[in-house]
Antibody, heavy 114, light 107 residues
Framework: QLVESGGGLVKPGGSLRLSCAAS????????MNWVRQAPGKGLEWVSF????????YYADSVKGRFTISRDNARNSLYLQINSLRAEDAAVYYC?????????WGQGTLVTVSS | EIVMTQSPATLSVSPGERATLSCRAS??????LAWYQQKPGQAPRLLIY???TRATGIPARFSGSGSGTEFTLTISSLQSEDFAVYYC?????????FGQGTKVETK
């Protein structure tokens, strides 16, 4: 199971930290991703982190503003979002694995408005 | 970045009929292509990976094919629960990219 949390209403320029709690599988053995979906739109991959945090990748649209991290001891994945923009408003999903991502959480909604 | 283009945007099909969804890539790659199904208010569900391998628990009416730049998802006989949006995704190169989706609706 993957359960995201931390979404909410944030002003433009604000910050937010999303969390994803994993259970039912060996979290430390899996690469993880964040994928987002703006209201009524398609899917956009946001960020990837390898199982031991050695490799991290970001979409160009979020590079320099978002930071992915994980705590394998706590079975948790995180996404620190800074300098929020209107176009960052979306449901953010955490997704397990990378060849391809095979299991997704239900998502957490981030709303950006002044 | 590999751009994935799906067609058609909307497919109107009657229950029991066959549905064929297309996905084209802007550059050729091996078979690192996945298909996902998404219903309203739900997370995407993996259907196909490796272009043609069904994920665990996916019914045999779903099949994938293709290579290079052209990929296809076929639903052999549409059931009521299959009406949804379908996305293809390449996981060959970073950034992973998705098609814009095909909505399969009731005719």
């Amino acid at each position: 199971q993957l359960v995201e949390s931390g979404g909410g209403l944030v002003k433009p320029g604000g910050s937010l930290r999303l969390s994803c709690a994993a259970s039912g599988f060996t979290f430390s053995a899996y690469n993880m991703n964040w994928v987002r979906q703006a209201p009524g739109k398609g899917l956009e991959w946001v960020s990837f982190i390898s199982s031991s945090s050695t490799y991290k990748y970001y979409a160009d649209s979020v590079k320099g503003r978002f930071t992915i991290s994980r705590d394998n001891a706590r079975n948790s994945l995180y996404l620190q979002i800074n300098s929020l923009r209107a176009e960052d408003a979306a449901v953010y999903y955490c997704a397990r694995g990378s060849s391809p991502p095979d299991f997704w959480g239900q998502g957490t909604l981030v709303t950006v408005s002044s | 970045e590999i751009v994935m283009t799906q067609s058609p945007a909307t497919l109107s099909v009657s229950p029991g009929e066959r549905a064929t969804l297309s996905c084209r890539a802007s550059q050729s790659f091996s078979n690192n292509l996945a298909w996902y199904q998404q219903k309203p208010g739900q997370a995407p569900r993996l259907l196909i990976y490796g272009a043609s391998t069904r994920a665990t628990g996916i019914p045999a009416r779903f099949s994938g094919s293709g290579s290079g730049t052209e990929f296809t998802l076929t639903i052999s006989s549409l059931q009521s629960e299959d009406f949804a949006v379908y996305y293809c995704q390449q996981y060959n190169n970073w950034p992973y990219t998705f098609g814009q989706g095909t909505k399969v609706e009731t005719k």
